[in-house]
């Protein structure tokens, strides 16, 4: 940034009352993030960058948000099979099973029948 090259400049041929102390410590914020475990966390943020939305929880790793009433979702992590997958899969192991019981009905009709 142009701008704390700038400042530095006035340091030279400042005057002598307390410019010294200008720059020892940027003036810093704390700025409080909750995660959706419920740890918080307070990291600082210099004031001249932009306070993140989230924060990586430095506990458990999920992001972290300022509003403790309604913390950012923990991330999904896509299963092997996706939900979709697995309806598929049971439907068909559900109609696989009416099939298997209708034919074994029609196979026991036929028995009656003899
Ligand atoms: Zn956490």
């Known amino acids: 940034m142009a701008g704390s090259t700038a400042i530095r400049g006035t340091r030279v041929g400042s005057g002598p009352m307390g410019e010294n102390e200008r720059g020892e410590s940027a003036p810093r914020r704390h700025v409080t993030f909750f995660c959706a475990k419920g740890h918080v966390s307070t990291p600082s ?26 913390p950012p979702p923990e991330p999904r992590i896509e299963p092997y099979k996706t939900h979709l997958a697995y309806v598929r899969e049971r439907r068909s192991d559900e109609d696989g099973a009416a099939i298997l019981e209708e034919a074994l009905a029609r196979l026991r009709a036929r028995r009656g029948d003899v």
Do not use: H, I, M, Y
């Open 45 to 70: 943020f210099s004031l001249e960058v932009e306070v993140p939305e989230t924060w990586d929880c430095p506990r458990c790793g999920l992001p972290a948000g300022q509003n403790q009433a309604a």
